[in-house]
């Protein structure tokens, strides 16, 4: 059932009408800019989303410039709300083994991470760090969107943790 979930959440490149890329999503001379033929290449991580009308501008990660050069950071203009989302979805993410470990940590904080390349390597980049929460000295927790976090980086795109995925994936349009 997991690999099932897995494959639905994978990125996808979408194929859409420059027309048809609201505003909120990006800018209307960006996305005519890089249209080809009248069609811009989104990156999304919402499989199936191209065969239902209209285009949710939390998912998509940003438009490809040239599909022909791939999936790199410089190909790539970012869509500003798709980095509003992670955010906003990780910080739902505060669950009882996060408040134990903010607890027993000496700075009294604890980070979600991104998972490309953090358990292969058994480290994590500045850039894969997706936020940290933070207890004050009043014990009030709050996060904090790393401002380095990188939707693509020398490890590649990035990859959510499930439960933000599926979040993403389900938030509505």
Not at 4 to 26: A, N, S
Not at 109 to 127: C, L, S, V
Request: hydrophobic share 40%; glycine share 6%; aromatic share 6%.
């Amino acid at each position: 059932m997991e690999n099932m979930q897995d494959e639905r959440l994978k990125t996808v490149i979408l194929k859409v009408e420059t027309k048809k890329v609201p505003e909120k999503v990006l800018p209307a001379n960006v996305v005519n800019k890089y249209a080809i033929d009248n069609i811009v290449h989104l990156l999304s991580i919402q499989p199936g989303k191209e065969m239902k009308p209209g285009i949710s501008g939390r998912r998509v990660i940003g438009i490809i410039k040239d599909p022909e050069l791939g999936i790199s950071k410089d190909n790539m203009i970012f869509n500003p709300e798709f980095r509003k989302s992670v955010y906003e979805l990780a910080k739902a993410e505060l669950s009882s083994q996060l408040l134990r470990e903010i607890n027993s940590s000496p700075i009294g904080a604890a980070a979600i991470m991104d998972e490309r390349t953090a358990a292969a390597r058994g480290d994590i980049a500045n850039d894969e760090i997706i936020g940290v929460f933070r207890k004050d000295k009043d014990g009030k927790i709050t996060f904090e969107g790393n401002p380095n976090f990188a939707i693509i980086s020398r490890f590649g795109l990035c990859r959510l943790t499930q439960s933000i995925r599926e979040k993403l994936y389900n938030l509505p349009d």
